[in-house]
Each structure stands twice: as structure tokens, then as C-alpha cells.
């Protein structure tokens, strides 16, 4: 799982965007990769996805854990996958790739929403 995230880096941003070939937006990223590593299918909308699975704190979060943020002045807005080593990947806004960034910087530590954990068992 966390081979085909990092396959994603350097992938540009497309609003809408689900796969590698044509560019992914955040929850695009998110969908394309858990079809492709575990055939399981998740909405295509960030705040839909912080509703899939179960919460789980900060401090127990696991490689492929859904990490949420409120990058748009509204809870839920972004999503990114936990890949260890306090690092996400997402895909962050126009103009910008995939990439993997550090989840302890300040920009988004105050905008943290939330974790899940989505079970493989679907």
C-alpha cells in the first residue's frame, strides 16, 4: 500500500482528478490507491471518506491511515495518506504534485481534523 502511494509522488494536481495518467486531486489520490492495492472502493469526496472506517487518535496512527486537515476554512476538507515517520503523501492544489510532507509542521498541525483506519475486510 504504501509503494503504490509513493508511486503517486510527482503526479499532478487535477481537480476530479483519480489516476496517475491524468493527474489526482487529494481524495482522488486517496480512492485511486486503496482500488489498486486492496480493491476497495471509497467515495471521492474528502469529507466522505473522514466517515469510512474508524477514528483513531494521533498517536496510533499506521502506515495507511486517512489523515484529514481543514485547508479550505472547513473541517475535512483535504486528505492525505499517513505513511509513517509522522509523513503524508498528498496531492496538495492546482499547480502542485503529489508529495510527501511532514505532519508535525506547524501549517499542519493546527489544521488537523482527524484520522481512520479503513478495514481491509470490506
Known sequence: ????????????YRRGGES????FDCSGLVAHVYREAFGIQLPHNARAQSRVGR???LDQLEAGDLVFYNTERRSYSHV????????????PRPGAAARVE?????????????????????
Do not use: C, K
Not at 500500500?1 to 499532478?12: E, I, K, N, T, Y
Not at 496517475?20 to 493527474?23: A, D, S, V
Not at 492525505?80 to 496531492?91: E, M
Open 20 to 23: 496517475p495518467e491524468t493527474g
Open 102 to 122: 511532514n505532519m508535525r509542521t506547524d501549517y499542519w498541525v493546527r489544521r488537523f481534523d482527524g484520522a481512520r483506519r479503513i478495514s481491509l475486510s470490506q
Open 55 to 57: 477514528r483513531v487518535s
Open 80 to 91: 492525505g495518506i499517513y505513511l509513517g515517520d509522522d509523513r503524508f503523501i498528498h496531492a
Open 1 to 12: 500500500m504504501v509503494f503504490q502511494a509513493l508511486a503517486a509522488a510527482g503526479v499532478p
